[in-house]
């Protein structure tokens, strides 16, 4: 058997910087290879906030 490749989508957690909440999505290794920054809509402040990339 032959060993796969590595994809070059990941699965990473964006977790907010004001709350403890976490929004679960994928991103291209090649495209992206620095940690993302976004802001989201957070539903415990129910408000948009900054979420960052979590490893």
Known sequence: MASKKKGARIVIRM????SGHMYITSKNRRN???????????????????YKEKR
């Open 15 to 18: 977790m907010s910087t004001e």
């Open 32 to 50: 992206d290879p620095s940690r993302m920054e976004l802001k989201k809509y957070d539903p415990i402040l129910r408000r948009h906030v900054v």
